[in-house]
T-cell receptor, first 113, second 114 residues
Framework: GDSVTQMEGPVTLSEEAFLTINCTYTATGYPSLFWYVQYPGEGLQLLLKATKADDKGSNKGFEATYRKETTSFHLEKGSVQVSDSAVYFCALRSNFGNEKLTFGTGTRLTIIP | NAGVTQTPKFQVLKTGQSMTLQCAQDMNHNSMYWYRQDPGMGLRLIYYSASEGTTDKGEVPNGYNVSRLNKREFSLRLESAAPSQTSVYFC?????????????FGNGTRLTVT
């Protein structure tokens, strides 16, 4: 079945550092890939998405590229801010009529000033 | 812009009690979902409704029932709560059931079963 494996946390970085959170997936066919962010006490919010191979999703300075050859969708940001502290979830949604959005276990990111 | 609204935000139950978690969306979305979030396990799908009038089981449906009351509302019922159902519950909706349609989440219900 479909699965998502993402970098375990927690991750602690200094402000303005470069961020990478790794995500790899297993799926049949051509899934769509997503990154969601969860701030304390809130639900998940869509951060970015990519729907086909080589697509790059971007939002708020974050980027991720859909790499079919390595089955990866790593999240990157060039210069993190304290306000980026949150839990980040990688997810996929199959294109075989499957309603299910499959999530990774989440990576907690803390940015220190 | 209410989006997806869940009630209550917090609930404490004793083992064996029942309750219903309410969810409503105002985005005219067709599909709705219930997930539970547990530490170290990400989010797991309990039930979903692809469209008004239909419901289907997800990964972890045991101990739960759902009702798609109309296009806006999708409720989750625990008939006899167990400590294993202590979790944070999220309702979500999406415009379409196609794979590139993202989910929009509510702020969650934190449930403790003692």
């Amino acid at each position: 079945g479909d699965s998502v494996t993402q970098m375990e946390g927690p991750v602690t970085l200094s402000e303005e550092a470069f961020l990478t959170i790794n995500c790899t997936y297993t799926a049949t066919g051509y899934p769509s890939l997503f990154w969601y962010v969860q701030y304390p006490g809130e639900g998940l919010q869509l951060l970015l998405k990519a729907t086909k191979a080589d697509d790059k999703g971007s939002n708020k300075g974050f980027e991720a590229t859909y790499r079919k050859e390595t089955t990866s969708f790593h999240l990157e940001k060039g210069s993190v801010q304290v306000s980026d502290s949150a839990v980040y979830f990688c997810a996929l949604r199959s294109n075989f009529g499957n309603e299910k959005l499959t999530f990774g276990t989440g990576t907690r990111l803390t940015i220190i000033p | 812009n209410a989006g997806v609204t869940q009630t209550p935000k917090f609930q404490v139950l004793k083992t064996g009690q029942s309750m219903t978690l309410q969810c409503a969306q105002d985005m005219n979305h067709n599909s709705m979902y219930w997930y539970r979030q547990d530490p170290g396990m990400g989010l797991r799908l309990i039930y979903y409704s692809a469209s008004e009038g239909t419901t289907d089981k997800g990964e972890v449906p045991n101990g739960y029932n759902v009702s798609r009351l109309n296009k806006r509302e999708f409720s989750l019922r625990l008939e006899s709560a167990a400590p294993s159902q202590t979790s944070v519950y999220f309702c979500a909706s999406s415009e379409l059931s196609s794979n590139n349609s993202p989910l929009h989440f509510g702020n969650g219900t934190r449930l403790t079963v003692t």
